[in-house]
């Protein structure tokens, strides 16, 4: 999504329209602005995600992956701790021991006013820095997923 007012809290960074699509960061306290909490113990993922089964198997494969880049890293322990107390499809799948690369690929999300959107996403790596991502979400040009967005854009300006 493109967007210049990007806002960010310690490695986490969004822009409004992300906010205005997947969830209301700014106004989440800083521990559930995480998107494996977010897919696991909201009881919402499953309506903002449409392809939440995929969602859920590729995030329980970047947190194998992100063990592996830091396998004593005790925040990411006690989140996978969390989550596997807090959901037993979240123990399910992480028994399954999947690992997975988030490279890109389709996304849909579901947006209460705007309804599905279908996006592409791309992931890229920050040099030196192994374990921070950064996605970035766009529609197919012209497309309703690009009018919805627009529609998106627009609202969270009035906001």
Known sequence: MRDSGIRSAHH?????????????????PPRERNMARRIFLEPEAR?????????ARSTVGM?????????????????IGELTA???????????????EKSHGPKRFHHPVVGEIALRYETFHLAGLETVLL????????????????????????E
């Open 86 to 100: 807090g959901s037993s499809e979240f123990g399910r799948l992480w028994a399954t021991r999947y690992v997975h």
């Open 135 to 158: 996605v970035t979400y766009a529609p197919e040009p012209g497309s309703p997923a690009a009018a919805a967005l627009e529609q998106l854009r627009k609202q969270a300006r009035h």
């Open 12 to 28: 986490e960074a969004w822009n409004p329209l992300g906010a205005a699509l997947i969830a209301d960061f700014p106004n989440l």
């Open 63 to 79: 947190l194998r992956m992100a063990v592996g880049r830091a396998p004593g890293d005790p925040r990411l322990l006690r989140l």
């Open 47 to 55: 309506t903002v995600h449409p392809d939440w089964d995929e969602a």
